[in-house]
């Protein structure tokens, strides 16, 4: 129907005499968002030590983590994965964002590590899961959304290739997160050894078929943007140094950056490392568009998995547009089919839960009448009763205060009749 309805509504392109007022919608929808703030996670992955803490610090320009003491080499370290998050609530120039990191101690750091993905997962999915929940509820007006929108894997700066450790982890989640790879702590490593790494891992995870985050680029884009974009791209996995002290630089400059011997290594300049560019994709310019696919393809799909192995069955005869279409790969190779399926499965699921509502409020409607006529009934029943025991003790009362009418054709002597052994006289 609606497929018919679009084709019947023929579009003609029209000019207008004056102005009517709608161009303020971009600044509608702007000041509507501002006004209700943004929902952020970042999920920080990697062994300890690798400056997680530290470059979150920088990405947000905060001390959301306290400084570390290094664990001495035989302090007890814990067992198993632990998932810890901490929220903060910043504003710039009024805009208002709930970020929340959530970080990974242990990842990495024990003898035997095969399963450390698995609690990382089962975090992601409760995540899912609660956002699936708050849309199943008949009040939909306030969603808290606390699925994780990117996740940045810290590579440690080996200089050779990824570890099985981080081909297993970035396989077993690069379907439920934007994956965004960091080399970590790149002041260690020379250019030339960044340069090779860098090339090293992209082929390890094009080997994989891992799909990592990329900004996506539009048809109708401008050459600004589309430059700025394959800028960024090109420069994944970023390598990064974090710091959140500032130093002194050649010029007497003070900056965020590492003091050694032989210089400064500056965090917010792009010839030192690709800080600015992590930031670019992270903050600045592709804030949006991570929330945007964890929320279109990464959720959807994931939905759509868990709903199939619930048993709802999909029609896939129709087809939808969809927003995505028009991106060129890598975002392409996952898009219509998976999302439209998603959807379909989502207005399905929303069906069946509407229709299931509306039987359990029927239910509890009839169930409440039922015990109403149950009430009235017992009510009538014992109103009845009390009229039928009025009427025996008045009838009691008049056959004591007289004596009975002899019936026709007998005699009786015993003066009174007791209307309880009335029946056995007759
Ligand atoms: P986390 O355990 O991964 O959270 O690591 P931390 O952020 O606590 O950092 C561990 C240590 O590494 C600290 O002493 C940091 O100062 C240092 N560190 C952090 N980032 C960098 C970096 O980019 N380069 C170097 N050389 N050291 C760093």
Redesign the pocket.
Known sequence: LAANLLAATPIIRKKLMGYVGFANLPNQVHRKSVRKGFQFTVM?V?????????????LFNTML?P??E?LAPNAERTQTVAIQSISADIEENGVRLRLTVV?T?GFGDFVNNDDSWKPIVENIEARFDSYLEQENRVNRQKIVDNRVHACLY?IQPTGHALKPLDIEFMRRLHTKVNLIPVI?????LTDDEVAEFKARILADIAYHNIQIFQAPTYDNEDEETITETEEIASKIPFA??????VVIAPGNRHVRG?SYPWGV?E?DNEEH?DFVKLRQMLVRTYMEELREYTNDILYENWRTEKLLSMGVAQDSSVFKEVKYGTIVPPYACRKNAVLHEAKLAKMEAEMKMVFQQKVQEKEAKLKQSEEELYARHREMKESLEKQRLDLEEKKRKIENGRPLTPEKGTVRHSGFHHATTGDSDR
């Open positions: 920080v990697g062994e300890s030590g690798l400056g997680k803490s530290t470059l979150v610090n920088t983590y400084p570390k290094p970080d101690p810290f970590a702590k790149a002041d260690t990064i140094v974090g710091s959140d002290q590492r290594i965090v490392c």
